[in-house]
């Protein structure tokens, strides 16, 4: 059996305005302290007799920005990784940000199989009203120095800025994934969350314009044969993350690193929102202090994990009474005893979950 | 029969505030009828709920024994009345079991017109009014010019009107002395048939029902077997006795005498308020005058809401109407509410009173319809349906005619609110009737109105377009044929039960409009367009829609961190309860509430 491994690393150049992610300015101590801790459990896991018949097949380096890893240090952890003994590794994410990497050989050699890029945009201004330290230069630039050693990759891009005219910055990306030949895209539409800046400087979403957007994007990128194969996410067929489809799957996952999620023989369990309880509890501890999920849980994750993944879920879990409805107004459609999300279903997601639940 | 000669029965009439309850206090506190440390402020009022909307739902006597002057004592029987136009035959009856009564008035304020209408009904009685002027001690005390308007009023001599501060226990004296003088007392043979008069009535879960009774004749024992004469039930009582702050119990009670009698009776409903109680041996002829069987002006469905079920609102309107032998109620099933009841009330306030205390004395939780009168369909083979329950009016084209219960109503007003109030009694259909002088100040005005149109808010308008001042009674005169429709709403083109509306044919477009945006309000976005019309029989006369959602989805499950949606879905559920599925559209229970907060009449 496998299990993926989730890696998340605390530290950024600066936050940006949008962020809720757990994530502080780059410190030294801080930063030595975690990295011998990450590797502790690391070798923890290497020992532990719970996680014997599983293999780890995907290490997801999240962030954070986990390009801001010294290439020594990530070569440390991968190795500690690589000494578990039933590893058969398919795929090894790391999320870069533009302006931090030079030389993309050097992780290459060591091991990561597939890097995702943070551009967010390729437009000056909305970078700087987003609060990114890179430009659109440094995207570009960097977007040339990946494709020339990978061609698994991914990018980010963020849309529906207010006051921005969209449909041109879609249009921009657009350019560049057919430029640079990227396999894969997520794009996500720009959330206000609570605690950001932005939340702060009460700004507002206009949800119709996000209505059009993703209709155009879907189109746009089927268009270059890209396959939108989850809300937010878009790859040509053999790109996809094969790391974050486990979370659709509820296939396990163990996450090391403060504010990382896991889930473990059916347990949920997760480190808090700061550095004390990463730093004071073993992912042991984390594992045995939790509860298994309930036959009624599980069908519920089942439920909104399943359908938020274009395969969609088995027809036996959800309730029977709005099925048919929802089918004639074109929030799902039904194939061979599965319920798969369209594109109005997705758009109208925690919705359309909560009828089916 | 000396022993009469020696009791007052009387009660007193005073608007909201004029201090009946303090001068109460002070004559308990005088007569020595409790101790210092029981008497708790204002001892008459004792259900919360009556205390918080500055109103007396319950009557409460009190047998108090002041020491006159003259060397005698006295016994003095204080029956309180309820002070609110649901409640005027209650009052009525009150009023019935007394001799006299105290009209309160506050020095600073003057005479209410509220106070009218109780008044009247005293004078009706033959009840000998003394007049007392409260709050002598405040500064803006009109002692002079009030107790000449008084004084006109009554017929009396200035000096006769007695000046009193209940608060400071001035002029308590004067008041008890002019109540043994002034009052009459009362008469009646302790050896004729008995013929007493229940003025009212409580549901005690040890004992059964306890009956508050004014002898009128004869005289009753323990172990007499009595029969009630509405309707016609006997029992034996066990207990009976005078009330002060408990009870007293005592072997008989004699004519003249106020006190109570236990029966095991085991339903308030056979113990009605105005009923003559007779005993089966040696039976009265015929009853006391003025019986009046109290039948429900306003109904409206309920059903359970948020956390409570069918079964919980059963019970507690059991349990409620143990003590509360006007609402009426039966099972009744919505599309739209599920399984409920449709009850019947007194009046909007008596309904309001019912809902909150099946919140706070059961903890249920309901949703109520929109209230509606009782209507006589006429069939077109000549059967004659009552209707409660707008959604079963029979299809139009299927009865010959609707009929609606028309009332009327006795405003009673300072002149200067004249113009406003014929005008909102026009608005709502009232027909003018007569204008009567009272005093300088005061008229009174009569109209005739469909019941329909007053019970919702009709009693706040009155208010606020007078400035509070203005104050209305209003008998049943009948059935009247009406240009009435039934206005349903629909939502995804499903009709709405519990929407449905009885309404005037010329107001009917200004109330689908009026729905029809308050739900367009109230009903958040969903899934799919919603569309809300008002119909009449097939003709839509009114829509609106709710355009659907365009964005509902979190755009990231970022690093498989799952709790996010987890909370969200507990949120989603936690509203679910508040909600009621109609087809496949999700309304908020506060949207029957919305509804029924409606302006009838816009303005
Ligand atoms: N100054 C003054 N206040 C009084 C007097 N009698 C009653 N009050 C006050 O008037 C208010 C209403 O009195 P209350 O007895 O509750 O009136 P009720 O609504 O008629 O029962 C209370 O705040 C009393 O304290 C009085 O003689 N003088
Ligand atoms: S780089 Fe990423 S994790 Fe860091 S602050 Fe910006 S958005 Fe947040």
């Not at chain 2, 004792?46 to 003259?70: A, F, V």
């Not at chain 2, 002829?285 to 409206?300: N, R």
């Not at chain 2, 009567?436 to 008229?443: A, E, G």
Request: glycine letters at 6%.
């Amino acid at each position: 059996m496998n299990v993926g491994l989730y890696i998340h690393f605390p530290f950024c150049l600066s936050k940006c305005f949008y962020c809720k992610f757990f994530s502080v300015r780059f410190k030294d101590a801080l930063y030595s302290k975690y990295i011998e801790k990450l590797i502790s459990d690391i070798k923890l896991l290497n020992q532990l007799p719970e996680f014997e018949e599983y293999k780890i097949d995907t290490v997801y380096f999240g962030g954070g920005t986990p390009s801001l890893i010294d290439i020594r240090d990530l070569d440390r952890i991968l190795n500690e990784i690589f000494r578990y003994k039933n590893t058969q590794i398919k795929e090894i994410t790391l999320e870069v940000n533009p302006k931090t990497v030079e030389d993309f050989r050097l992780y290459k050699e060591i091991g990561i199989t597939r890097i995702s890029l943070g551009i967010q945009n390729f437009n000056d201004n909305v970078l700087k009203f987003l609060g990114r330290v890179h430009s659109k230069e440094d995207n570009i630039k960097t977007l040339e120095l990946l494709s020339r050693e990978y061609d698994n990759f991914s990018i980010d891009i963020i849309y529906n800025i207010p006051g921005f005219n969209n449909k041109k910055l879609v249009d921009d990306a657009i350019f560049y994934i057919k430029k640079f030949k990227i396999p894969h895209a997520s794009f996500y539409e720009l959330t206000i969350e609570e605690g950001t800046k932005f939340y702060k400087d009460n700004i507002k979403i206009d949800e119709e314009e996000f209505d059009y957007l993703y209709d155009y994007i879907d189109m746009k990128l089927r268009e270059l044969g890209f396959i939108h194969y989850e809300v937010s996410n878009y790859g040509e067929r053999g790109y996809f993350s094969i790391h974050n489809i486990k979370y659709w799957r509820r296939e396990y996952y163990i996450g090391l690193g403060p504010a990382s999620h896991s889930f473990f023989k059916e347990r949920r369990f997760y480190y808090s929102y700061d550095f004390n309880d990463f730093f004071t509890n073993s992912i042991l501890d984390k594992f045995k202090s939790s509860n298994k999920l309930n036959k009624e849980e599980i069908r519920e994750e089942e439920i909104f994990l399943g359908l938020r993944f274009y395969e969609g879920i088995d027809i036996s879990l959800v309730k029977k009474e709005y099925i048919s409805f929802l089918e004639k107004e074109g929030f799902i459609y039904i194939e061979k005893n599965k319920i798969k999300p369209t594109i109005k279903g997705w758009k109208l997601f925690n919705s359309l979950v909560y009828y089916l639940i | 029969m000396d022993y009469q000669k020696k009791i007052r029965n009387f009660s007193i009439i005073a608007h909201i505030d004029h201090g009946k309850s303090t001068l109460a206090d002070r004559m308990i506190e005088i007569t020595k009828t409790i101790s210092e440390r029981e008497l708790v402020d204002q001892v008459l009022d004792s259900m919360d709920l009556e205390r918080e909307r500055g109103i007396t739902i319950k009557s409460h006597p009190i047998r108090m024994e002041y020491k006159s002057k003259d060397g005698e004592i006295y016994i003095f029987n204080l029956i309180d009345t309820p002070g609110h136009v649901d409640f005027s035959y209650e009052v009525s009856r009150s009023l019935a079991a007394c001799e006299g009564a105290i009209l309160v008035v506050d020095a600073s304020q003057g005479i209410e017109a509220q106070t009218f209408s109780t008044l009247y009904q005293a004078l009706e009685n033959d009840l000998a009014i003394i007049p007392v002027l409260n709050k002598i001690d405040l500064p803006s005390a009109r002692v002079e010019e009030l107790s000449e308007e008084l004084s006109d009023l009554l017929g009396v001599f200035p000096e006769e009107v007695i000046k009193v501060s209940a608060k400071m226990g001035i002029g308590i004296e004067d008041l008890m002395e002019a109540i043994v003088r002034e009052i009459p007392a009362p008469e009646g043979d302790e050896n004729a048939p008995v013929r007493a008069l229940i003025f009212d009535s409580f549901y005690d879960k040890y004992r059964g029902v306890v009956v508050y009774v004014r002898m009128k004749e004869g005289t009753l024992k323990i172990g007499d077997k009595i029969k009630f004469f509405a309707t016609g039930k006997e029992f034996e009582i066990e207990e009976l006795g005078y009330i002060k702050l408990g009870r007293y119990p005592q072997k008989q009670l004699k004519a003249g005498e106020i006190g109570y009698i236990i029966a095991n009776i085991k339903e308030i409903r056979d113990a009605r308020v105005g009923d003559t109680i007779t005993t089966v041996e040696n039976p009265a002829k015929e009853p006391l005058p003025g019986y009046k069987e109290v039948k429900p002006m306003v109904y409206c469905g309920i059903f359970p809401a948020e956390g409570s079920n069918y079964e919980d609102l059963k019970e507690a309107l059991e349990r409620l109407s143990l003590n509360d032998s006007s609402i009426v109620y039966e099972p009744e099933v919505s599309d739209a509410l599920g399984h409920g009841f449709r009850a019947g009330f007194l009046g909007l306030l008596h309904m309001e009173i019912v809902q909150e205390r099946l919140y706070r004395e059961f903890g249920v939780n309901i949703i109520t319809t929109v209230p509606s009168v009782k209507y006589k369909v006429i069939m077109k083979d000549g059967e004659e349906r009552f209707i409660s329950n707008p959604s079963e009016l029979p299809q139009p084209g299927t009865f010959e005619k609707i009929e609606e219960p028309f009332v009327r109503g006795i405003i009673i007003t300072p002149n200067n609110y004249m113009s406003p109030i014929i005008k909102l009694a026009q608005d709502r259909r009232g027909e003018y009737i007569s204008t009567s002088t009272i005093d300088v100040n005061t008229v009174e005005l009569t109209f005739e109105f469909p019941l329909g149109e007053i019970i919702l808010d009709f009693f706040d308008k009155l208010k606020s377009v007078s400035s509070g001042y203005a104050s209305m009674d209003y008998e049943f005169i009948g059935y009247r044929e009406g240009d009435l429709v039934k206005l349903d709403i629909l939502i995804n083109g499903q009709k709405v039960d519990a929407f449905s509306v009885i309404i005037h044919r010329k107001r009917a477009y200004y109330m689908a409009r009026a729905i029809v945006d308050k739900l367009k309000e109230v009903i958040p976005r969903q899934l799919f367009e919603v569309v809300i019309q008002a119909a009449i029989g097939n003709k839509i006369i009114a829509r609106s829609s709710i355009k659907p959602m365009r964005k509902d989805v979190l755009a990231k499950c970022y690093g498989g961190d799952v709790t996010r949606k987890k909370k969200l879905l507990e949120k989603q559920k936690e509203g679910k309860k508040r909600m009621k599925m109609i087809g496949k559209v999700e309304v908020p229970q506060e949207a029957f509430l919305a509804v029924l907060k409606i302006d009838q009449v816009g303005g």
